[in-house]
């Protein structure tokens, strides 16, 4: 006799089979909810209050609009559910917004804003950054209500309208909906697998934080068969100066902007994960980075530091010039054991150090310039999350410690003291940020599934142990 779990899971699959989810997804992506630049607000707002809020309503939600203090951008969709003030309370996390369509630069026959399904791809921008995801989230709940009348925990559905273009407004707008927005875990459907074969559970992300290096000797160029030689050269200062901060051979040379220890936790979950390598993407260069870290150790217990751009003279059209100035941006991506209010501070006594002390260092305000975060493994909510995604694939998750990239969950750890995971459920070729964006409709299937499991699990949990103290 098949159990009621099993009977949500396949609830969950029978839903995709009829078309009921790609039906769904098809309304999702018909709007245009471009957040950077912000030129598509009443779009973001009705996607929240005419397209995705009568969706969640269907589950017994009841639907408010969280404002954004910072008026030019989009507003949160808050859904919430409350079944018994005694019980759990999860808040499921999404985003409504996208990056630019970019439609010139898709294939022909596609169209970004119509769902397309060509084989087992689904495109559409959206599709899996993130609507298919949040959407996954939601109809996997929709399984569960359907076999047993009530989920078993408290679910309040958090979708913001602006994570592409940096989640502008996202702390002022729950440190003023603290309590409505009050949960005991966050569990955010976003990103991408390491492995298409293997579920994931991730614990957090990186941190992302940017500075401009600029050497400003003079206004101005000078000719430089006159100057040559007798002028310093900003470009050749600066080449200089960020070979002194990244090797040749790719290694962080600033003291303070590694890892001085590695918990044996996070050394371990690294040295589990299953990545795949992707057909037509790029192999990791063996000789690059830091000397005997693996490439999973690389990406998630280590800082990155890349030259994002730079720039001296006029390099569209030079001239005969040695210019006056240079400018680099770098970029740096750290987990919590490297303190981000440090970074520019270890940099200036860096370069003071090694003799640039004519390069200045200036700070820079990134879209995407989130704090870093980490859920610990041993986490209750991990646990659980962990042997239900076990229970349903038969397998043990790749458990990733925080994501190579960036994102706001620890803004919500912050202001509402919740552990985090994020579960992705799209894949490394999806072109999340590029044209011809799509899906795996073999993912959104089987994550109905796996969701469904962890849903029903955390509906028979013991709340004594998920309630936050």
Not at 237 to 246: K, N, P, Y
Not at 333 to 356: A, I, M, N, Q, Y
Not at 392 to 410: D, L
Request: aromatic content about 6%; proline content about 7%; overall charge negative.
């Amino acid at each position: 006799m098949i159990s009621s779990r099993e009977a949500a899971i396949t609830e969950a699959k029978a839903s995709y089979d009829a078309g009921h989810f790609l039906r769904r997804l098809e309304r999702l992506v018909a709007v245009p909810t471009e957040s950077h630049p912000p030129e598509h607000r009443e779009d973001l707002v009705r996607y929240c209050n005419e397209v995705l809020g009568p969706l969640v309503k269907e589950l017994g939600f009841s639907v408010s609009t969280l404002e954004n203090p910072e008026w030019q951008h989009g507003p949160v969709m808050l859904a919430t559910r409350l079944e018994d003030a005694s019980l759990p309370t999860i808040l499921i996390y999404g985003h409504g917004d996208v990056v630019r369509a970019m439609p010139e630069k898709w294939r022909a026959d596609l169209d970004p804003w119509t769902v397309k399904v060509e084989g087992d791809k689904i495109y559409g921008r959206g599709v899996v950054d993130n609507k298919g995801q949040h959407l996954l989230a939601i109809e996997a709940l929709r399984a569960v209500l359907s076999v047993r009348g009530r989920l078993g925990f408290n679910a309040k559905i958090f979708v913001e309208t602006g994570e592409e273009a940096g989640s502008p407004g996202l702390r002022a707008i729950l440190q003023k909906n603290r309590h409505a927005c009050a949960a005991d875990v966050f569990i955010a459907l976003d990103g991408l697998r390491q492995s298409i074969s293997i579920p994931e559970v991730t614990l957090g992300t990186r941190g992302g934080v940017a500075m401009d290096l600029v050497v400003n000797l003079r206004k101005g160029g000078f000719h430089s068969g006159h100057w040559g030689g007798l002028l310093t050269d900003p470009a050749v200062v600066l080449s200089h100066a960020i070979a002194s901060i990244i090797s040749r051979d790719g290694r962080i040379l600033v003291d303070g902007w590694t890892p001085a220890a590695i918990p044996e936790d996070v050394r371990g979950a690294c040295a589990r994960i299953v990545v795949d390598e992707l057909p037509n993407g790029p192999s990791p260069d063996p000789e690059w980075g830091e000397p005997g870290l693996t490439r999973a150790e690389r990406i998630f217990m280590w800082t990155s530091a890349v030259v994002l751009a730079s720039v001296s003279g006029q390099p569209d059209a030079p001239v005969n010039a040695v210019s006056g100035s240079a400018r680099a941006r770098i970029q740096v991506r750290h987990t919590v054991d490297v303190p981000s209010d440090g970074l520019l501070s270890s940099l200036r006594k860096h370069l003071d150090k090694e003799g640039f002390t004519n390069v200045q260092v200036l700070p820079v305000q990134e879209r995407d310039a989130f704090p870093a975060s980490r859920t610990p493994s041993d986490d209750p909510w991990v646990r659980l999350v962990v042997k239900s995604i076990s229970d349903t694939s038969g397998c043990p998750p790749n458990v990733v410690p925080n994501i190579g990239a960036s994102g706001p969950s620890e803004l919500f750890r912050q202001e509402l003291g919740t552990p985090v995971l994020w579960l992705p459920f799209s894949y490394g070729g999806c072109n999340q940020h590029g044209p011809d964006e799509h899906g795996l409709a073999s993912l959104f299937r089987d994550g109905l599934g796996l969701m469904a499991g962890v849903w029903w699990d955390i509906g028979e949990a013991d709340r004594a142990t998920l309630r936050r103290k």
